[in-house]
């Protein structure tokens, strides 16, 4: 005959117990495990940001790979001074607080390219520095806007040192729209376009420097040296503008025996005002 324990209320709940301690035990296990795996995804996580961050930490126009440690910036209109117009600039606004495992990765990768473009910006091989820096734009993700404006500008660097006037300008453009206050792209964009002959543009920009920057060297040297000229050619201008009205005026009086000589305009002195009369 087969006996058959009864199992007791207590016997039960001991083993529910222990199943219950199992499960915890197993839940703890995975818990701990998954905690090491977020604590080493994280560490790798710092490690890559560190290392993107001690690339970007390099002075980010091409020059600066190549002039000694120490070394004054080159004044305004010599040498270096038109393609790398100031080594001050705004700092580079705040990077996400998180980036993409993939984006980081790319973005190390594009900081090695721009270091390349730096050492061949700084042994004057200004086409391989320009290559150099476009592969890092196309290796970096598009919310690095602050490298990419950093690419942008030592591709100005380049091309202002090749005597590229106009490409140096739109890659200065190219930079303020991804960096708005990105005074090197600033200054470089300024002596593109003096260089181009459009100096309302050019001074325009060095204006823009000195407010961001008040007192910056080569803006206020600038600034000084083009308004003269601007003023001069707007005072040309507007006399030529006039002298067209004139003869326009005169061609349509004339039809009725009158010039604009026989109009004279006076100022009220008391409200600012203007009055024309006619004299025969």
Not at 138 to 159: D, F, G, I, K, L
Not at 201 to 220: S, T, Y
């Amino acid at each position: 005959m087969v006996v058959i324990e009864d199992i007791t209320e207590q016997e039960a709940a001991r083993e529910a117990a222990a199943r219950e301690a199992e499960r915890a035990a197993a839940a703890a296990a995975a818990a701990a495990a998954e905690e090491q795996r977020r604590l080493a995804a994280e560490a790798q996580t710092q490690a890559a940001a560190a290392a993107a961050a001690q690339h970007a930490a390099a002075e980010d126009g091409g020059e600066a790979a190549g002039r000694p440690q120490g070394a004054a910036e080159p004044a305004a209109g010599s040498g270096a001074a038109e393609g790398d117009a100031a080594a001050i600039s705004h700092a580079a606004p705040s990077q996400p607080a998180e980036r993409s495992d993939a984006d980081k990765e790319q973005l190390v990768v594009a900081e090695g390219l721009k270091k390349a473009g730096n050492e061949a910006y700084a042994g004057e091989r200004w086409e391989e520095a320009l290559d150099k820096y476009a592969a890092a734009l196309e290796a970096a993700p598009e919310a690095a806007a602050a490298q990419r404006s950093v690419y942008h500008c030592n591709r100005a660097a380049a091309h202002l040192k090749l005597g590229q006037w106009a490409e140096a300008a739109q890659e200065c453009s190219a930079a303020l729209e991804l960096q708005e206050g990105y005074t090197k792209a600033l200054l470089r964009r300024s002596t593109a376009y003096e260089k181009l002959d459009d100096l309302e543009r050019a001074l325009a920009d060095a204006q823009k420097v000195l407010e961001l920057e008040p007192g910056q060297a080569v803006a206020a040297a600038t600034v000084k040296r083009l308004t003269p000229v601007v003023e001069e050619r707007r005072e040309k201008l507007k006399d030529e503008m006039m002298g067209k009205l004139k003869e326009l005026g005169n061609m349509v009086l004339g039809k009725f025996g009158l010039s604009v000589d026989n109009f004279k305009t006076e100022q009220d002195p008391s409200t600012g005002s203007y009055s024309i009369k006619f004299q025969q």
